[in-house]
């Protein structure tokens, strides 16, 4: 069984860009999550997403939105790229209704680096 | 706010021994708690989890504690193995999300 798919896994833009990150769920899975991990900060929680509504959303700006399509895939964009957005980001899914009342499965993660 | 922490400094455990890890939170009365591994450059993988209704699960050599009026959780690791190091998260649910601890490296030396 195919385990959560990010794409791509390594991407480096200039400030003032946008970028487009992908993330497949496992088979089955409606809830999926996405997490910004900077050295240090631990897992700061961007949004969540269960049958392509946004259900919860972190203290991240504007500039950060996702979208979920209809075979749960998800995408998170972010524009107008700044140096401190640098950050392996990190996708998630789950069983059932998510939450924290099943376990999360990760991504391997994407790592952006903004120069 | 709600706040969780770990120990923020590395742990170092001989191995063989037991690691007891840390996990301390305020202003939050979490249904669940889960505990994940992370290897360097690599998504976490889930270990366990355990309901605010239990004080104790295990796991081949794992043990988790969760004490809901002294806010805390401790996360046990048995006969530890140098295979064993990696930082250690442990995350609380809150509304469809799940809110992290910083984790706590832990170096099991032969």
């Known amino acids: 069984k195919a385990g959560v798919t990010q794409t791509p896994r390594y991407l480096i833009k200039t400030r003032g860009q946008q970028v487009t990150l992908s993330c497949s769920p496992i088979?089955?899975?409606?809830?999926v999550s996405w997490y910004q991990q900077t050295p240090g900060q631990g897992l700061q929680f961007l949004f969540e997403?269960?049958?392509?509504?946004q259900r919860n959303k972190g203290n991240f700006p504007g500039r950060f939105s996702g979208r979920q399509f209809s075979n749960s895939r998800s995408e998170m964009n972010v524009s107008t790229l700044e140096l401190g957005d640098s950050a392996l980001y990190l996708c998630?899914?789950?069983w059932g209704t998510g939450g924290g009342s099943t376990e999360a499965f990760f991504g391997q993660g994407t790592r952006l680096t903004v120069v | 706010s709600q706040k969780i922490e770990q120990n923020s400094e590395a742990l170092n455990i001989q191995e063989g021994k037991t690691a007891t890890l840390t996990c301390n939170y305020t202003n939050y009365s979490p249904a669940y708690l889960q505990w994940y591994r992370q290897d360097p450059g690599r998504g976490p993988v889930f270990l366990l989890l355990i309901r605010e209704n239990e004080k104790e699960k295990r796991k081949e050599r794992l043990k988790v504690t969760f004490d809901t009026t002294l806010k805390q959780s401790l996360f046990h690791i048995t006969a530890s193995q140098p295979a064993d190091s990696a930082t250690y998260l442990c995350a609380l649910d809150s509304n469809y999300q799940l809110i992290w601890g910083a984790g706590t490296k832990l170096i099991i030396k032969p």
């Open positions: 998630a899914s789950s």
């Open positions: 088979s089955g899975h409606r809830s």
């Open positions: 997403y269960f049958s392509e509504t």
